[in-house]
């Protein structure tokens, strides 16, 4: 029993100092720029829907922030088995480096101006009306990538 102890120990210690010894920049490299991803969960019924809403007012406030730079690419992914788990709608933008995630009143109104002249206030309102009925944000996470050495 003693030597089946001592295993485990030296067992996760062999592990935990792999763990210990990798080094950023060494074993990889954090990526510029951040994720921002948001899981939501969507009644599957209303799945098309909700898709049919965000084209109307999201992807044009999304182009509207790619234009002044504050993200470079966005995505939306559907989970192919929409009725397991909680989210099954994941909505992806990607910013090209954290500085544009501060404030910027010049910018930040121009991109406010355009949105609501590309889409107005009651406009939005009428495209996720009814959202709350049939969506729930799960979660909106921040992330970096990496890459490895080759």
Not at 42 to 59: C, E, M, Q, R, W
Not at 99 to 113: G, H, M, T, W, Y
Request: hydrophobic letters at 40%.
């Amino acid at each position: 029993m003693k030597s089946m102890i001592t295993m485990l120990v030296a067992g996760a210690a062999l592990g935990l100092a792999g763990v210990a010894a990798a080094e950023p920049y060494q074993d990889y490299t954090p990526k510029k720029g951040v994720l921002e991803v948001q899981m939501i969960k969507v009644d599957p019924n209303h799945i098309d829907d909700y898709l049919t809403g965000l084209k109307t007012s999201l992807v044009p406030s999304f182009e509207i922030a790619k234009k002044h730079g504050v993200i470079d690419w966005y995505a939306f992914n559907v989970k192919l088995n929409a009725n397991g788990g909680d989210a099954n709608v994941m909505i992806v933008q990607h910013y090209p480096n954290t500085a544009v995630l501060d404030p910027d009143k010049a910018r930040d109104q121009a991109i406010e101006k355009e949105n609501y002249a590309a889409f107005s206030k009651d406009a939005d309102a009428k495209a996720v009306a009814g959202y709350e009925k049939y969506r729930t944000f799960v979660s909106d996470e921040f992330y970096y990538g990496i890459d490895y050495p080759k």
